[in-house]
């Protein structure tokens, strides 16, 4: 019923930057978080940054300084700027929402976009 549909990766080199955009759509309700998460050959998903409906911010101490997480609320949708990447950056980058969807009677719904790879290269 939710689609979350990302995109912007690539590949850039090291010092470079890159901008991911995660779009929601469906019978979306509300939209109470939305966050963004990468996994890298061999590893766990871990939590790169996520923003509430009021703002609210979180980064990884990997990224912080570095990456910008922001969000569209009239497209439903949330940004992710990348700036000064570095090679150990370099993984699938997944799109989550913490939603409320239908329209009778809104229920929780959490989901996940397909990833969109991205690769930093030395």
Do not use: H
């Not at 991911?20 to 979306?28: D, F, Q």
């Not at 609320?73 to 913490?98: G, H, I, R, W």
């Amino acid at each position: 019923q939710v689609q979350l549909v990302e995109s912007g990766g690539g590949l850039v080199q090291a010092g470079g930057s890159l901008r991911l955009s995660c779009a929601a759509s469906g019978k979306i309700f509300s939209i109470n978080a939305m966050g963004w998460y990468r996994q890298a050959p061999g590893k766990q998903r871990e939590l790169v940054a996520t923003i509430t409906s009021g703002g609210s911010t979180n980064y990884a101490d990997a990224v912080k300084g570095r990456f910008t997480i922001s969000r569209d609320s009239a497209k439903n949708t949330a940004y992710l700027q990348m700036n000064s990447l570095k090679p150990e950056d370099t993984a699938v980058y997944y799109c989550n929402a913490d939603l409320l969807i239908g329209t009778v009677i809104p229920r929780k719904y959490n989901g996940w976009g397909q990833g969109t790879q991205v690769t930093v290269s030395s």
